[in-house]
């Protein structure tokens, strides 16, 4: 079952209604998904030139909701394809990788609990890819149950949007990594659960 804490449920009206208006004007889902990356480059950017947290939340918000939004607009026109799908995921991850770095350099010279903040990125990334890769791997083992976890990509962005806004961005950072790290290794364990459980089903 999909995990009930899911924050994409509350936000799924607002992406309706941004998708609508621009399906019908014909736009392809690609174009919303290479502009998603386009804005996680600005939010990179802006925190390093201006040091904005409050400019890099409301960027890194609307990564996220146009990450909804392209897949919306996949649906109501009907244009779905594997290719699309492909392309979504892979620049999510790199969007996400854009975001996290530029946390990196805008405060590589900050430690956090005896780490750099360099560090807490890199074990950022580790837990963010890990969480996506444990999941992509289930799902090419036959595992239909994948929605599971309190840190999916949603979740970890708001996060980061919501600490970023009030000015703590480098607490932020570390609880979604802690949440990136734990919610990797819980779907690991749920999901080699689920084989076991299916090897012994007659």
């Known amino acids: 079952m999909p995990s009930r804490y899911r924050v994409r449920g509350p936000f799924r009206r607002i992406v309706q209604a941004i998708a609508l208006p621009l399906a019908r004007t014909g736009i392809r889902p690609d174009t919303i998904t290479y502009f998603s990356l386009f804005l996680a480059m600005i939010a990179a950017l802006t925190l390093n030139l201006f040091g904005s947290q409050i400019l890099f939340a409301i960027l890194i918000f609307l990564v996220g909701l146009f990450d909804g939004v392209d897949g919306a607009i996949a649906r109501l026109s009907s ?31 900050i430690e956090i609990l005896g780490l750099s903040v360099s560090l807490w990125v890199v074990l950022c990334l580790f837990g963010w890819l890990m969480t996506s890769y444990t999941r992509a791997r289930a799902e090419g083992l036959g595992i239909t149950d994948l929605d599971i976890g309190l840190g999916g990509r949603s979740e970890r962005i708001l996060i980061l949007v919501i600490f970023s806004l009030f000015g703590f961005l480098l607490l932020g950072l570390i609880v979604v990594t802690i949440l990136g790290l734990g919610t990797a290794a819980y779907r690991a364990y749920h999901y080699k659960s689920q084989l076991v459980k299916e090897s012994l089903t007659p």
């Open 79 to 109: 244009t779905s394809s594997k290719q699309g799908s492909l392309s979504d995921s892979i620049v999510d991850k790199v969007a996400e990788m854009l975001i996290l770095i530029s946390i990196g350099v805008a405060y590589q010279t």
